[in-house]
């Protein structure tokens, strides 16, 4: 099975708009971290949120917020007031354990942003 | 702070031919990893070095990649002989020992590979 799985390859989004992309995972480990990466055409990885699957409260990083919903693993990451430069490549990404080591990785959303 | 270093940034040879790529993590960062990235996916692990030591290494083509990382700081990856199927971008990662509760990874630009 997947542990990290992102339906949506492409989306859509009018400039200021918001907007939500799907992630949703699986473990059995009862601790784990969850990340949201953007990759813009240049190819670099940039992090752009974090989640442990203790947190009380959904993660928040100025424009980003994470829809945690830990009963259906799911870990939405909702961008507000999109910007052009938004579009990119987002992948969403897991941890297992608090100090493990290896991330897995979903296969990504295109967001294209438009004017 | 220097972010993580890969060269070249792009590398076009024929199949057949050998190819290194090289990469330099953030100072002090003692977990390096190696992703392969295909067209339209996600990054894949390759290698995980901690370290000096490689400690996982499950997903590494051994026939024809090798990787090193000499000192525990800078890291090769190896292909050779490349095939058409290696086409990819390859992405490094580093991340500290004691990273607080966030843990991230801190990825290099990637090397974007293409065999004729």
């Known amino acids: 099975a997947q542990k990290i799985t992102q339906t949506q390859p492409g989306m859509f989004v009018q400039e200021k708009e918001a907007v939500t992309l799907d992630c949703t995972y699986d473990?059995?480990?009862?601790?784990?971290?969850l990340f949201w990466y953007k990759q813009p055409s240049s190819g670099e990885m940039i992090f752009l949120i974090y989640?442990?699957?203790?947190?009380?409260q959904n993660a928040t990083e100025g424009r980003y917020s994470l829809n945690f919903q830990k009963a259906r693993k799911s870990a939405n990451l909702v961008i507000s007031a999109s910007q052009l430069g938004d579009s990119a490549m987002y992948f969403c990404a897991m941890r297992e354990g608090n100090t493990g080591n290896q991330f897995y990785f979903g296969t990504g959303t295109s967001l294209t942003v438009i004017p | 702070e220097a972010g993580v270093v890969q060269s070249p940034r792009y590398k076009i040879i024929e199949k057949k031919q050998p190819v290194a790529f090289w990469c330099n993590p953030i100072s002090g960062h003692n977990t390096l990893y190696w992703y392969r990235q295909n067209l339209g996916q996600g990054p894949e692990l390759l290698i995980r070095?901690?370290?000096?030591?490689?400690?996982?290494d499950s997903q590494l083509p051994k026939d024809r990649f090798s990787a090193e990382r000499l000192k525990g700081v800078d890291s090769t990856l190896k292909i050779q002989p490349a095939e058409l199927g290696d086409s990819a971008v390859y992405l490094c990662?580093?991340?500290?020992?004691?990273?607080?509760?966030?843990?991230?990874?801190?990825f290099g630009p990637g090397t974007r590979l293409t065999v004729l």
């Open positions: 070095y901690e370290n000096e030591e490689a400690v996982d």
């Open positions: 473990t059995s480990d009862p601790s784990y971290g």
């Open positions: 990662a580093s991340r500290p020992r004691d990273s607080g509760r966030v843990n991230e990874q801190f």
């Open positions: 989640q442990g699957s203790y947190d009380q």
